[in-house]
């Protein structure tokens, strides 16, 4: 078995791979701690031949969870950001500070479709451009919508937003505080993801795929107003890009990978920010 981790500020997210036939056998999340112990929080360490490893949690977290697997596990891979990766070139001055997750939704992203904006839906939205050619823009962190609620005070952080609410309904003005909460800051996010890719997308003069992840993608996507797909796993197809242990993965066939979206025109692109600048 193949253990991937995607380590995050707040939760650690767990998946169990069959080594010879790529197939997901378990997967799970904890919550990240001060001092995490693997073999009480993720089961069936015992059969584990390799670890992957995607942290962006403190250093010393991910040194302690290293240095206990490495007593358990006879491979453990750790991701890092680098200049360049899988035909990708890093956009950050400093390659090294990107932070490792969005570093693989990049190369995830790009290894399916050649090009891509990779949006993030966790503690915090990231989004990230890579053009066809391997040429990582960098890209934007915003305030997820838990960081935004807390930042609130108003009492409604534990009313979480329903991922099977239409768009129509969560961009309606609240009848309730904690409606009007909920409401405007899905509003603030989906208006944010939405204008930075028609700005990039314009700047850069080309259309890209649009796809997300993280905890809280379901519900960002149905506000985004541009054809995008949803991808649970890209951390973990990053993952699998850069440390490849299964046949299908040295084959460039990575887990959950959804369908590539077809973009529209950038005429349409174009044609829309227009006329959202003149409102």
């Not at 169990?16 to 089961?43: C, N």
């Not at 939704?105 to 050649?114: D, M």
């Not at 028609?198 to 796809?211: F, H, I």
Request: aromatic residues 6%; charged residues 25%; glycine residues 10%.
């Amino acid at each position: 078995m193949i253990l991937d981790l995607d380590i995050g500020n707040t939760l650690s997210k767990w998946r169990l791979k069959d080594a010879d036939s790529s197939e997901i056998r378990s997967r799970g999340a904890v919550w990240t701690r001060e001092e995490w112990r693997p073999g009480a929080d993720i089961p069936d360490l015992d059969v584990v031949e390799a670890v992957r490893i995607s942290s962006v949690a403190r250093r010393a977290v991910l040194e302690e969870t290293v240095s206990l697997l490495r007593r358990r596990v006879g491979t453990v891979h750790v991701a890092r950001s680098t200049a360049e990766a899988l035909g990708v070139t890093n956009g950050y001055e400093e390659p090294g500070r990107l932070g490792v997750d969005r570093w693989m939704g990049a190369l995830a992203g790009y290894q399916l479709a050649g090009g891509c904006c990779a949006v993030d839906c966790g503690s915090a939205i990231t989004v990230d451009f890579v053009l066809p050619g391997g040429r990582h823009l960098g890209g934007y962190i915003l305030p997820g919508l838990r960081l935004m609620k807390e930042s609130l005070k108003l009492g409604t952080r534990n009313v979480a937003i329903d991922p099977d609410s239409e768009a129509e309904e969560l961009l309606e003005p609240g009848r309730r505080t904690v409606e009007a909460v909920n409401h405007g800051i899905y509003m603030a996010a989906v208006s944010a993801v939405n204008r930075i890719y028609s700005e990039v997308c314009d700047q850069q003069g080309v259309a890209l795929p649009m796809m997300l992840t993280g905890g809280d993608a379901r519900v960002v996507s149905r506000g985004i107003q541009v054809p995008h797909a949803v991808w649970p796993d890209m951390v973990y197809g990053g993952l699998e890009a850069c440390f490849p242990l299964t046949a299908a993965e040295r084959a460039g066939r990575l887990s959950g990978a959804p369908r590539v979206p077809s973009p529209v025109a950038l005429e349409k692109i174009r044609a829309a920010l227009a006329f959202s600048m003149l409102l």
